[in-house]
């Protein structure tokens, strides 16, 4: 319900700001920075800006992270890369008020903006909130909340502004997905899901300017950058100042970590595959249920590349070892020839020795849980080819 009323009141309010209005000189603008929250979608922060014109009676935040939850097939079209984002507007006791029930935290950088620079900026956003513009296809690292506000200011103020990257940014190493992998210390099972899920381009070294698809990478970039202001080079924001604290509560971590679940379930498969061959048991029932959920993950792998317009799902080298095709191969295992099984196993079973002998410098960056995995699936198929040789 209160995402509905939220959604409501941007519908209202864009007939509001649909024309750009003269702002006085006591206007401020300024950056908002939104901490990180406990749901997944919030998990990395917000970025938006703040108008106040308090002589004109409007305190008002321009938000590029707007979307409708309750459109149709929401979750699929999002996984494919089909849900447009739109940069809505809202009063700024909305937002705050939004961020106090979320118990999320807000800083506020005010821009360092004469008044010119200022109406400039304003009719940029009202222009950009028009229905013919307000519209974008988010992408996580490319084009979202943060990215927006970054390259607006580009638009607005061109060669009178400049971002001054910080040096650890221009000769650092890291990769997007060690960028978002500092956000999700807490957070086991989505960094697991992310990994499996992200392919090679999250693996390329992120450039500066990249950084600030993270907000608080952006409002690093606003606190070093500069803009030519009545002749002269100053500082594009001020101090930073938190407006919204947030209560200090510890955050609820899930004690089965990804790691702990799949050693286990290794070492559990050790002891049966040990006894079953001690007992000559068949274990059929067993691989039919690991490699079916191993193959199930390789097809939601193979859709995130092949059927979605993300970027960054895309070259998944996480097909090398959660190989579609397992499901439903193993339900028909034993029926299958003899050659075609040896030959599976001889393939995918050095593929999976590859990945393992060279982890440390292989080119996609594998989350730890995956290594029991594979374990797993070349303990099975050392009893499987065995199985094979005694036939």
Known sequence: MRKAIIALFFVLSGAIFSEAQVITP???????????GTELYNTFGHSAIRVRDLAQGFDTVFNYGTFNPYAQDFYIQFARRKVDYWL?????????????????????HELNLSYEQKQRLYDMLVENHKPEHRYYRYDFFFDNCATRIRDIMISAFGDEFQYNYP????????????LIDLY????????????LALGLPTDAIASPADYMFLPDYLM???????????????????????IIPRKDIEPGVF???????????????????????????????????????????????????FFTDHIATKNNLNLLW??????????????????????????????????????????????PAFIPLILTILLRFFFLFQAIKRK
């Open 26 to 36: 006591s206007t401020r603008i300024s950056l908002l920075t939104g901490s990180p």
């Open 88 to 108: 809505g507007i809202e009063s700024f006791n909305q937002f705050e008020r939004s961020f106090y029930f979320e118990n999320r935290s807000v800083t506020e």
């Open 167 to 178: 040096s650890e940014w221009q000769n650092g190493k890291l990769t997007f997905r060690n």
């Open 184 to 195: 999700l210390t807490n957070h086991h099972w989505s960094d697991f899901g992310i990994d």
């Open 220 to 242: 690093k970039g606003f606190e070093s950058a500069t803009i030519m202001r009545d002749g002269k080079q100053v500082p594009f924001t001020g101090n930073g100042r938190l």
């Open 255 to 305: 004690r089965i970590t990804p790691v702990k679940l799949t050693w286990t379930l290794f070492i559990i498969s050790v002891i049966i595959s040990y006894f079953s061959q001690a007992k000559g048991v068949n274990m059929h029932w067993f691989d039919v249920f690991y490699f079916c959920v191993i193959g199930l993950i390789g097809w939601v792998v193979f859709f995130l590349w």
């Open 322 to 367: 959660a190989v579609p095709i397992y499901f439903p191969v193993f339900f028909f295992w034993n029926k299958l020839p003899k050659k075609y099984r040896f030959w599976n196993l001889v393939v995918f079973g050095g593929i999976n020795t590859v990945i393992l002998l060279f982890w440390a410098v292989f080119p996609q960056n594998y989350h």
